[in-house]
């Protein structure tokens, strides 16, 4: 039978807009929470911090940062597992961008992009498979085409992506400043928001230099609702990273494999 | 899930390097789901198409509205469309991001991974894989490396088809079609086996294999398998599909 394309997909983005706002340290999680009815709208003291994280990562010209990723996939029997991935980033705009996805089960990604080439390889259990594919100018086009025509998705794109400040107002539906919770030590300020399809949480330094450390996202909507979580521990804003960071050599045992674009309409799943 | 994997064509196909195989690895679970990516924006938002549509990556129409339409039918209703998806999975074969919930295509178009140990087969001394009557190549298809289907590769010989084929005759040579392949008769002393060759542009047939796609290019829909692109033309006398030119070739782009 013939199956008609379809297939959506995006890539993402997100965040806010706000205004500073001198917050008190003596309100608690509960107090935010239950002092009126449910939140209609976002706070801006929720908003704030966001914006002033976005700001920060979209005007750094250069920046790496490594997360430990844990993620839910729901079986389908039913049963919800969770695995675990450490993903890396480096960045150096307007055109360069490395990422690597390394696996609780020793599965590797390495993603290359040099300002004219997309390159993808794969290492598992001795095979190295590689692709190639033409790709956008710069790095700001690239998270788009990579994820809707190939569906590779780039690590921490939310974050890095220079219109994330314009982007996510719009589907946010509530947003709370939960507290200042710290994360492994360091003082943060703990923020919620819902949106349509999800709710996210996110933990953002209050010192210098303003970043997050942590990052959740419930799919409220899915069944079982599934979470994604990462905890950051190595956002850096270097002063260079050399070129060769961002090239791809290949190796004697690595193997090209052509890339099938998706369907022009959007992305599966 | 679909996916145009006669893409392959458009200059992918001619450095082509079949990667040896995986033997079947029928993991009892998946570790992919929607929260794997760990995005903000729901899966089934559209992204904007690039402003060059003339750039190497060619043209990015918006996904259609039309609530007729079969791709956005199904995802208005998940529900229906996974009742759909469990009876399509079938013969042991796990489609490609069959996970239970996706809300997408589910077709025999591209696997992660095979639940057949595939026959290596050598043509022109490269090695192509076979798992029963479909033919795979190693590909790269929404974000992992896995397995598209296509045709029989150009040059196979055979001395028996997997099934009865359609007679075409196109100019003055004759070709017998099966499952998207055209072959022809050769001779090999006494014998007289088929022969894969390049689907002939013109030529008309009455079906197109399972795995074939529809895909749009400048505004005109046509029907993809592998490295050959068909039209439709269901009101016509005869038969309903047309050989055409590989809309995607730089030559075509005007």
Redesign the interface.
């Known amino acids: 039978?013939?199956?008609?394309?379809?297939?959506?997909?995006?890539?993402?983005?997100?965040l806010v807009w706000a205004v500073p706002v001198e917050r008190s340290m003596a309100a608690s999680a509960s107090d935010t929470l239950s002092a009126s009815a449910p939140p209609s709208a976002v706070d801006d003291q929720a908003l704030a911090p966001l914006r002033r994280m976005l700001e920060s990562l979209a005007n750094a010209r250069a920046l790496s940062a490594r997360g430990r990723?844990t993620?839910?996939?729901?079986?389908?029997c039913g049963q919800k597992?969770q695995?675990a991935e450490t993903r890396t980033v480096a960045l150096r705009r307007p055109d360069r961008l490395r990422a690597t996805i390394i696996?609780d089960?020793g599965h590797e990604r390495h993603i290359y992009y040099d300002g004219s080439t997309l390159t993808?390889l794969?290492v598992d259990r001795g095979?190295r498979?590689y692709?190639r594919?033409?790709?956008?100018p710069t790095v700001e086009?690239l998270l788009?085409?990579a994820?809707?025509?190939?569906?590779?998705?780039m690590p921490f794109?939310?974050f890095v992506m220079p219109d994330a400040v314009d982007r996510?107002p719009a589907?946010l539906e509530t947003g709370s400043w939960i507290g200042a919770h710290a994360v492994a030590g360091e003082p943060a300020d703990h923020l919620a928001f819902r949106?349509a399809?999800?709710d996210?949480q996110i933990w953002i330094a209050r010192d210098e230099p303003i970043r997050p450390l942590k990052?959740v996202?419930t799919?409220k909507r899915?069944?079982a609702a599934?979470?994604?979580s990462?905890t950051f521990d190595a956002w850096q804003a270097p002063e260079g990273l050399p070129d060769a960071t961002f090239v791809f050599t290949t190796a004697e045992a690595d193997?090209?494999?052509?890339?099938?674009?998706?369907?022009?309409?959007?992305?599966?799943? | 899930?679909?996916?145009?994997?006669g893409?392959?064509v458009a200059g992918?196909?001619a450095?082509?390097?079949f990667?040896?195989f995986?033997a079947p690895s029928p993991e009892p679970?998946?570790?992919?789901?929607?929260?794997?990516?760990?995005?903000?924006?729901?899966?089934?938002?559209?992204?904007?198409p690039?402003v060059d549509g003339g750039?190497?990556?060619?043209?990015?129409?918006?996904?259609?509205e039309d609530p007729q339409?079969?791709?956005?039918a199904?995802?208005e209703d998940p529900d229906s469309r996974r009742e759909e998806l469990a009876s399509r999975d079938p013969d042991g074969w796990r489609s490609?991001?069959s996970?239970?919930?996706?809300?997408?295509?589910s077709?025999q178009?591209?696997f992660r991974r095979l639940h057949c140990q595939p026959e290596r087969v050598f043509v022109a001394d490269a090695l192509h894989l076979r798992c029963g009557g479909l033919w795979l190549?190693?590909?790269?298809?929404?974000?992992?490396?896995g397995y598209?289907v296509v045709g029989a590769p150009e040059g196979y010989v055979t001395h028996a088809l997997d099934g009865p084929c359609e007679p075409v005759r196109l100019d003055t040579t004759a070709y017998c079609y099966l499952d998207g392949v055209f072959y022809v008769t050769v001779v090999r002393g006494t014998a007289r086996p088929h022969q894969v060759v390049a689907a002939p542009v013109g030529a008309r047939v009455s079906s197109?294999p399972?795995a074939?796609?529809?895909?749009?290019?400048r505004g005109v829909e046509y029907?993809q398998f592998d490295r050959t692109f068909f039209d439709e033309d269901p009101a016509g006398g005869g038969p309903r599909y047309r050989v055409v030119d590989n809309p995607f070739l730089p030559s075509d782009r005007g």
């Open positions: 039978m013939l199956a008609r394309q379809s297939l959506r997909f995006a890539l993402t983005l997100f990723v993620y839910d996939v729901v079986q389908e597992l695995f696996r089960d993808v794969d095979e498979l692709t594919v033409t790709a956008p086009d788009p085409f994820a809707a025509r190939y569906g590779i998705d794109a939310d996510v589907a949106q399809e999800l996210w990052f996202v799919y899915l069944p599934p979470q994604f990462v193997i090209e494999v052509p890339a099938v674009p998706n369907p022009p309409s959007g992305r599966a799943q | 899930m679909i996916r145009p994997v893409l392959l992918f196909v450095g082509t390097v990667a040896g995986a679970f998946t570790r992919e789901g929607p929260a794997a990516r760990g995005s903000l924006t729901p899966d089934d938002t559209p992204i904007s690039p750039e190497p990556y060619d043209v990015w129409p918006p996904p259609s339409d079969p791709a956005v199904e995802v490609w991001r996970h239970w919930y996706h809300r997408h295509h077709d178009a591209a190549a190693r590909a790269f298809v929404d974000g992992a490396f598209g197109v399972d074939t796609v529809f895909i749009s290019h029907l």
